[in-house]
């Protein structure tokens, strides 16, 4: 008499199978990107629109939003904070919210100066820190481990599995 193997059991036994047969997860390897190739995807905020979001930021509401006390002190300090916009990497990997008030070709030259890593709620965060304070982000939910931190030895570099 010949036995029937259930069918849920040889499901698992190839769910199994395909599982050894796949090897070992590569790695992925990100180095901080060049901001010579990267580019502004979203416009700078009009004066107006600046003008607007101060109202509402730093006017009668602002007991919502903490009190930011020096950013709220002039206008012209909340401009220097909020006139930015999106940018990203040319692969489109990274992406950091960059300053407006600073010229693109400056921009550009930003050398990178250091990697980090930080992880919250299962999501990996890679940080490019650059001259004059640009920073540009990796989001991943795997985990990374930054593998050479300081840039000017080369390539910042992290390893995600």
């Known amino acids: 008499m010949h036995r029937r193997t259930p069918p849920f059991k040889a499901l698992i036994g190839l769910c199994l199978a395909a599982g050894l047969l796949s090897g070992p997860a590569q790695a992925d390897n990100h180095a901080c990107p060049d901001l010579k190739t990267a580019v502004q995807v979203a416009a700078c905020p009009t004066e107006a629109e600046l003008k607007y979001t101060y109202m509402g930021f730093c006017g009668d509401n602002a007991r919502l939003y903490g009190r930011d ?70 989001r991943s939910k795997q985990a990374c481990k930054v593998a050479v931190a300081d840039c000017s030895t080369g390539d910042c570099t992290a390893e995600c599995e």
Not at 89 to 115: T, W
């Open 69 to 138: 006390v020096l950013t709220c002190s002039t206008f012209e300090n909340y401009k220097e904070a909020k006139n930015i916009a999106m940018w990203e990497s040319a692969d489109g990997k990274f992406s950091g919210y960059l300053s407006c008030n600073v010229p693109a070709e400056q921009i550009h030259a930003s050398k990178p100066l250091r990697m980090s890593s930080d992880s919250k709620n299962g999501l990996t965060r890679l940080v490019c820190d650059y001259e004059n304070d640009h920073r540009m982000v990796y």
